[in-house]
């Protein structure tokens, strides 16, 4: 049974749907969708990924609108074949906001609610669109005594691509209360655009140098729910690079991930935030799940496979993800160079493969085990990203900033505009190159892949024994005396700060 729901689409889905929705005359109108299943640990996305327009006389316009069953029997049979869900949706012309259904409305779609799990063996998605400011409602129709089908509303329904554009549904994820921390915040972009970006369910992959300036910035941009993952050791070679990281965390063998929460809970300037500290990478299973929860997903790791992970998501499951990167050309021990990236992987946009942040062959490498070889390592050439580890707290900073503004550009669009490209920085010319157009053709994200969910038929995920061994050695520290006394005193030292 579905608990937590939410729809997502396209932006290219989103405009042939207002194409057909939003009729010169003013009338209501509707169609059929397919739509494909993607499941997170808490969360079920239905995600619309094709329309089936009705033919000649296969729907009854009459001010509200009517469909034949042989239009019915059409697109569920198209949707059985494929092995896809059958949505519905109608406009409300005049609609404001989320829409929830009126008693004719509930009536109609719980008619061939049962049908539709019958034919296709998925439930029913029902789903409304607003004509005046294009927004969406949905709805997920189950079955909970026998015969009786009873709607599941969904808390969100999000548009991705060039903008991400979220349609939130009230009533299960309120506005949040205006809080005087944010004036100034809010005085730039209006309590709309604060509104929408707080509610926002954000999650951060790798809290090091670049994370943990995120995780700080989101929790005083006023986001209200954050996941944080990173399996990963303060040690005291992170503590140039590290905000928040004290000798102390050093010493005690703290989790980055658990440093990061807690930083976000003293930053939250939200009337309340709800963080979930994961110490375990997207490659898990277990994280791929929780990360699959979020709306957005920033990619702060460096390494190849959640790399690899990370863009399937962006392109199979509509999560966006907004990626950064440092390079630092220090040969023969002299700063020549830095760059640092910042771009979003979704749909419509180059993905991190085709921007070339990730080497498919060192996917492979590294869920083999041969990236945490040392030999595997001093055999790469020398100029090799895996070999190149010099990076500087400054350079951390431009690029988390360089994503956070990628990150503000896709959700505010300022000056009407929510794409200004991938951005490259370089340093020693101080000059930015953007790349603006989309993945290389044949690329599979933008393909074949696009948005398969949970139908996609290949596994990302898998065991991953470095993250183990640093959880195993975590918790090996912790059972000694001197680490958990030394750590019990600071915690409640820091609790009486
Ligand atoms: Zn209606
Ligand atoms: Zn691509």
Same mark, same amino acid.
């Given at each position: 049974m579905i608990g937590h729901f939410s729809a997502a689409m396209t932006t290219e889905v989103a405009h042939r749907l207002e194409e057909h929705l939003q009729r010169a005359d003013g009338q209501e109108d509707c169609c059929f969708l397919l739509w494909r299943p993607s499941s997170g640990a808490h969360r079920t996305t239905a995600l619309v990924t094709e329309l089936v327009l009705p033919e000649d006389g296969e729907r009854i316009l009459h001010g509200t609108v009517d469909f034949t069953s042989a239009y019915f029997l059409r697109a569920a049979g198209i949707a059985a074949e494929h092995g896809y869900g059958l949505g519905f949706i109608h406009s409300h012309p005049a609609g404001r906001g989320w829409q929830r259904l009126n008693d004719i409305d509930d009536a109609a779609e719980e008619a061939f609610a049962a049908q539709t799990q019958v034919l296709t063996g998925r439930p029913l998605l029902g789903m409304t669109f607003a004509g005046t400011d294009a927004s969406y409602g949905a709805r997920i129709w189950q079955r909970h005594v026998a015969r009786r089908y009873t709607s599941t509303e969904a808390e969100t329904v999000r548009v991705v691509g060039e903008r991400l554009a979220v349609t939130f549904n009230d009533r299960l994820v309120p506005v949040p209360p205006a809080s005087n921390t944010q004036q100034r915040t809010v005085s730039a972009w209006g309590s709309k655009t604060q509104s929408d970006l707080a509610r926002l369910?954000?999650?951060v992959i790798g809290t090091g140098s670049v994370g943990m300036l995120v995780v700080e910035?989101?929790?005083?941009?006023?986001?209200?729910?954050?996941?944080?993952?990173?399996?990963?050791?303060?040690?005291?070679?992170?503590?140039?690079?590290?905000?928040?990281?004290?000798?102390?965390?050093?010493?005690?063998?703290?989790?980055?991930?658990?440093?990061?929460?807690?930083?976000?809970?003293r930053a939250a300037t939200a009337a309340s935030i709800r963080v979930t500290p994961y110490e375990m990478s997207v490659v898990e299973p277990d994280g791929f799940a929780a990360a699959a929860d979020c709306d957005v997903l920033f990619s702060c790791v460096d390494r190849p496979w959640p790399r690899a992970v990370l863009n399937f998501l962006a392109y199979a499951h509509l999560i966006p993800v907004v990626d950064a990167g440092v390079a630092v050309d220090a040969r023969g021990g002299r700063l020549r160079g830095a760059e640092w990236r910042a771009h979003i992987a979704a749909p419509g946009r180059a993905c991190l493969e085709c921007l070339r942040q990730y080497d498919p062959a060192q996917v492979t490498a590294e869920r083999d085990g041969s990236l945490d070889n040392p030999a595997y390592?001093?055999?790469?050439?020398?100029? !090799?990203?895996?070999?190149?580890?010099?990076?500087?707290?400054?350079?951390?900073?431009?690029?988390?900033?360089?994503?956070?503004?990628?990150?503000?550009?896709?959700?505010?669009?300022?000056?009407?505009?929510?794409?200004?490209?991938?951005?490259?920085? !370089?340093?020693?010319?101080?000059?930015?190159?953007?790349?603006q157009d989309g993945c290389n053709t044949g690329c599979l994200y933008d393909t074949a892949l696009r948005p398969l969910g949970d139908d996609a038929n290949i596994s990302m995920t898998g065991q991953h024994h470095a993250a183990e061994q640093t959880r195993t050695a975590r918790s090996r520290a912790a059972r000694r005396w001197s680490v958990r006394v030394r750590r019990a005193v600071d915690d409640i030292v820091w609790r009486l700060r």
């Open positions: 369910h954000v999650g910035a989101l929790a005083r941009t006023g986001i209200q729910c954050l996941s944080l993952f990173d399996f990963d050791t303060v040690e005291h070679v992170n503590l140039d690079r590290l905000l928040q990281a004290t000798a102390r965390d050093a010493q005690l063998h703290r989790a980055k991930v658990y440093l990061a929460a807690r930083a976000a809970r390592i001093r055999d790469l050439p020398e100029t !090799h990203p895996m070999r190149r580890n010099e990076n500087v707290f400054v350079f951390s900073a431009a690029a988390a900033s360089a994503q956070l503004i990628q990150f503000l550009t896709m959700t505010t669009a300022p000056g009407g505009n929510a794409d200004t490209g991938a951005h490259l920085y !370089h340093l020693a010319t101080g000059t930015l190159d953007r790349r």
